[in-house]
């Protein structure tokens, strides 16, 4: 013991890189529990060099922290590997650091033009990376693990009869044969690079947990873009809920110690789907520009919108968060007044929670609270005592509405711009 699940608590992009740049420092391992390279985590270094982490966990940093992919991640053996390549590039050493369990389905080929000819890309405004696609065939049980890609024969079988069942549809037979062929060919390249990295990642795991080491259960996407409590159809394939990390690593459910919510003190969403809280315009502009919002993974401008109370307290309540990490606190200076959801009203109710039916969603009307906002540059303030008045009204607001504590609050783009509240929780992780 202990382990730490990080979870974000929106739509993603909530800061959970950086979070976790910030509590893997004394950590013995990261380890990814689902997604795939659908995530963009965006790291500032201290030289404020930015790196930008699609698969290989956000502990990958430090060169003592062992960094796993569980098995509820879904890998696509050429990114991972160009992944790599670009941050050995930089200077981040491999050896013996990286393991990814066997158990790991793979994304291949046929599972992005899968995805483009379904149209899913353009109705739910995916990544396109082919996640849905692995993760159907994970759930339809005939996806290829990475035991599996690793057995050449195994794959020629598994992958022949997945390409002519599923893409005669749309593809001729040669473009079938194209594929294929392609398949086999990046596997002569890929399988010596996966192969050293190949590890019970389970096994791993509980043997270090039980030693008294210190492990990071990292997540990718959000809550609400969870496949079982985020506005359906427009989410992920996959459960970034915290209750999922044991089960996307293999460890038990009571190995979790503590749970850490990742949320922006505003929102934003990338791709469709319902926003209830989402603004348009000259603010959102300005908010997207001062904060950099736009996607890590395919560049798209993100969605903005104002702090949603209910939705939070909602993700609370799911991921049964012990502290928050709020992040960006410093994009909403100069916002004057600053607007934070408080409510949905709907035939006459008022809900403190988020609701899950579309209708209301998309029908009920919010009820906003109106802070008076701040204009200083937060950079440099450390302690909760030095934020403007107007600031510590609304970390006040976050914390006593979701009944939920702030463990940190983050004031700029480096790790070193933050505000630590709880010092003892830190202190156990730090
Ligand atoms: P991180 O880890 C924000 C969104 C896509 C789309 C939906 C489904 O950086 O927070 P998919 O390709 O997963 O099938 O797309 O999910 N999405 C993300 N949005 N941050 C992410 O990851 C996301 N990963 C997927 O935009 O709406
Ligand atoms: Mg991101």
Redesign the pocket.
């Known amino acids: 013991m202990p382990a730490l699940v990080v979870v974000?608590l929106q739509?993603?992009?909530e800061g959970?890189g950086r979070i976790i740049h910030t509590f893997s420092r004394h950590a013995d391992a990261v380890a990814r529990y689902q997604?795939g390279n659908?995530?963009?985590?965006t790291l500032v270094l201290g030289n404020n060099e930015i790196l930008a982490l699609h698969l290989v966990p956000s502990g990958i940093v430090y060169p003592k922290v062992r960094c796993y992919i569980g098995n509820g991640v879904v890998v696509d053996p050429k990114a991972l590997y160009e992944e790599v390549e670009t941050l050995k590039k930089r200077g981040i050493k491999f050896t013996g650091r990286l393991g990814i369990s066997p158990l790991c389905h793979v994304i291949l080929p046929y599972h992005l033009q899968f995805e483009k000819y379904l149209g899913e890309g353009s109705r739910?405004?995916?990544?396109?990376?082919g996640?849905?696609p692995a993760y159907a065939d994970k759930i339809a049980r005939d996806g290829v693990r990475l035991m599996d890609y690793l057995d050449r024969d195994l794959l020629r079988e598994k992958v022949i009869r997945n390409t002519r069942t599923k893409l005669s549809a749309f593809a001729r037979p040669a473009e079938i044969r194209a594929v294929e062929n392609q398949i086999f060919q990046e596997h002569k390249r890929l399988a010596p690079f996966l192969k050293p990295l190949v590890s019970d990642v389970s096994l791993e795991l509980f043997t270090m947990l039980a030693k008294g080491k210190r492990v990071v259960l990292e997540s990718?996407?959000?809550t609400f873009?969870d496949v079982d409590f985020g506005t359906y159809p427009?989410?992920?394939?996959s459960n970034p809920i915290a209750s999922f990390a044991p089960c996307g690593v293999g460890l038990g459910p009571k190995s979790v110690d503590a749970v850490l919510g990742v949320a922006k003190l505003f929102t934003t969403r990338?791709?469709?789907?319902p926003f209830p809280s989402e603004i348009k315009g000259p603010l959102a502009n300005r908010i997207r520009e001062s904060g950099l919002e736009y996607?890590?993974?395919t560049g798209r401008p993100r969605r903005i919108g104002y702090l949603d109370l209910p939705l939070l307290k909602k993700a609370c309540r799911i991921n049964g968060v012990d502290r928050l990490a709020l992040t960006k606190l410093d994009t909403l200076a100069g916002v004057r007044p600053l607007r934070v959801c408080i409510g949905y009203k709907w035939r006459g109710r008022i809900l403190r929670e988020m609701p899950d039916d579309p209708r209301l969603l998309n029908g009920a009307q919010l009820i906003y609270k109106e802070f008076s906002g701040f204009s200083a540059d937060l950079g440099g303030i450390t302690r909760y005592a030095g934020l403007p008045a107007s600031a510590k009204k609304l970390i006040d607001e976050v914390m006593e509405f979701t009944g939920v504590p702030a463990a940190i609050v983050s004031v700029g783009r480096s790790t070193k711009n933050q505000v630590i509240l709880d010092p003892k929780f830190l202190k156990e992780w730090l």
């Open positions: 974000g739509w993603g992009d959970k997604g659908n995530a963009g985590h739910l405004g995916t990544t396109q990376r996640i849905g990718a996407q959000g873009l427009y989410v992920t394939s990338v791709g469709e789907g996607g890590a993974t």
